[in-house]
């Protein structure tokens, strides 16, 4: 069965940074694209940023340039750095991953049960 676990949410003031990790664990044979995603009371799950096996990175226009998206392939690890915080970037914080696994015929597709961000003076 497979795992993904997010760590390092918490409460930070504007201007502030986070740093965000999360690992995916179980019977994985490979894992392809892994991204973080955000969703804030009343709102839509919206995507923040993501990066595939080979590196290419994507981000939210309300993201670029202060967040930094990498991973660690060895370790099935993604990692969300977030710099100059603001109140609007609060919000449950999701990794996801889209791996194939032992012994499952086909890609699936991951959540982590989220962590929390708030940005407040």
């Known amino acids: 069965q497979v795992q993904l676990v997010e760590s390092g949410g918490g409460l930070v003031q504007p201007g502030g940074s986070l740093r965000l990790s999360c690992a995916a664990s179980g019977s994985i044979f490979k894992v392809y694209d892994m991204g973080w995603s955000r969703q804030s009371p009343g709102k839509q799950r919206e995507l923040v940023a993501e990066?595939?096996?080979?590196?290419?990175?994507n981000y939210a226009d309300s993201v670029k340039g202060r967040f930094t998206i990498s991973r660690d392939n060895a370790k099935n690890e993604v990692y969300l750095q977030m710099n100059s915080l603001k109140p609007e970037d609060t919000a449950v914080y999701y990794c996801n991953a889209t791996l194939t696994e032992y012994n499952v015929v086909g890609i699936q597709y991951f959540w982590g049960q989220g962590t929390q961000v708030t940005v407040s003076s």
């Open positions: 990066v595939t096996g080979r590196g290419s990175t």
